[in-house]
Nanobody, 127 residues
Framework: QVQLVESGGGLVQAGGSLRLSCAAS????????AGWFRQAPGKEREFVAV????????VYADSVKGRFTISRDNTRRTVYLQMNGLKPEDTAVYFC????????????????????WGQGTQVTVSS
């Protein structure tokens, strides 16, 4: 399994930006699909964005399309989520997840396919 640690959350005003990072570690860091999910209070965890190992495929939730950008640097074992134009409804705990040993261009939006999760980082957007 891959160990994941998120960082970069915080408090920001509506319209502002944040960049989340997710650092991976472990004895064997496989070719993993990396996804971001979020969970707001009283709501279920929802998919935000995913990027393939080779970075040639990305998928975004409709609610963040055009505002968020997912990227990765495999040499640094880090995945990023650039969030622009933040809205109060983006307030949530954001989780990084990895789906290990997948083909280079594979992506998935289903949280059940992810075998490693970070501890989450809080993002709060004030109106």
């Amino acid at each position: 399994q891959v160990q994941l640690v998120e960082s970069g959350g915080g408090l920001v005003q509506a319209g502002g930006s944040l960049r989340l990072s997710c650092a991976a570690s472990g004895r064997t860091v496989s070719s993993y699909v990396a996804g971001w999910f979020r969970q707001a209070p009283g709501k279920e965890r929802e998919f935000v964005a995913v990027i393939s190992w080779s970075s040639d495929n990305t998928v975004y939730a409709d609610s963040v399309k055009g505002r968020f950008t997912i990227s990765r640097d495999n040499t640094r074992r880090t995945v990023y989520l650039q969030m622009n134009g933040l809205k109060p409804e983006d307030t949530a705990v954001y989780f990084c997840a990895a789906s290990s040993w997948k083909p280079p261009s594979y992506t998935t939006t289903h949280h059940g396919e992810y075998d490693s999760w970070g501890q989450g980082t809080q993002v709060t957007v004030s109106s």
